[in-house]
């Protein structure tokens, strides 16, 4: 159980393009699920926390207009990256609560997205 | 922002051997969570420490909870190479259980054969 999918796994894009990423929870809902990104050799960094049914809450520094959140359904949240540069390129990572199963703030994570733009 | 500070960094040891990892704050978090991270993938959650003093084991890694909620610790018995990783803590970025989470900087772990 608790699985967390992500799509694409890997993309490359031209600068200034944007580029849409699925995030999905498998055999659990979903009402809130976090996306994260991390650099090589670096830790995950919150970047927003994604709401079914409203709007996305985001972290300091993170512009909202250029990751574009969309939690449309209780098991799929998309992150659109705007206009991306080069200095977008990065592994980006959701994850997901499963309030059923108990447990106290335990997200399961995607896969990963890597995005390089060129 | 409460921060995790994880020790050390790197590891590299011998199969067979002992390590422990550290992940400590100045703050309190309600919970803990250490997940393990393999390259090009997303961390898998290993464990959740919610008490004070709580140990929990799971087969030859056991998690310790500090008395007083502000660190933890991993160790593993017998290291082997599928051992290899790295090894993250997390907690409530806020302290409470509804946000997202704050990362220790990870420690990389290799066990040589």
């Known amino acids: 159980g608790a699985v967390v999918s992500q799509h694409p796994s890997w993309v490359i894009c031209k600068s200034g393009t944007s580029v849409k990423i699925e995030c999905r929870s498998l055999?659990?809902?979903?009402?809130?699920m976090f996306w994260y990104r991390q650099f090589p050799k670096q830790s995950l960094m919150l970047m927003a926390t994604?709401?079914?049914?409203?709007?996305?809450?985001?972290e300091q520094g993170v512009e909202k207009d250029k990751f574009l959140i969309n939690h449309a359904s209780l098991t799929l949240s998309t992150l659109t990256v705007t206009s991306a540069h080069p200095e977008d390129s990065s592994f980006y990572i959701c994850s997901a609560r499963d309030l059923t199963g108990g447990s106290y703030n335990e997200q399961f994570f995607g896969p990963g997205t890597r995005l390089t733009v060129l | 922002t409460q921060l995790l500070e994880q020790s050390p960094q790197f590891l590299s040891i011998q199969e067979g051997e002992n390590l422990t990892v550290y992940c400590n704050s100045s703050?309190?978090?309600?919970?803990l969570q250490w997940y393990r991270q393999e390259p090009g993938e997303g961390p898998v959650l290993l464990v959740t420490?919610?008490?004070?003093?709580e140990v929990k084991k799971l087969k030859r890694l056991t998690f310790q909870f500090g008395d007083a909620r502000k660190d933890s610790s991993l160790h593993i018995t017998a290291a082997q190479p599928g051992d290899t990783g790295l090894y993250l803590c997390?907690?409530?970025?806020?302290?409470?259980?509804?946000?997202?989470?704050?990362f220790g900087k990870g420690t990389h772990l290799i066990i040589q054969p």
């Open positions: 420490v919610v008490t004070g003093g």
């Open positions: 055999d659990f809902q979903a009402t809130t």
């Open positions: 997390a907690g409530p970025l806020d302290g409470g259980g509804a946000d997202g989470l704050t």
């Open positions: 703050s309190v978090f309600s919970s």
């Open positions: 994604s709401n079914e049914g409203s709007k996305a809450t985001y």
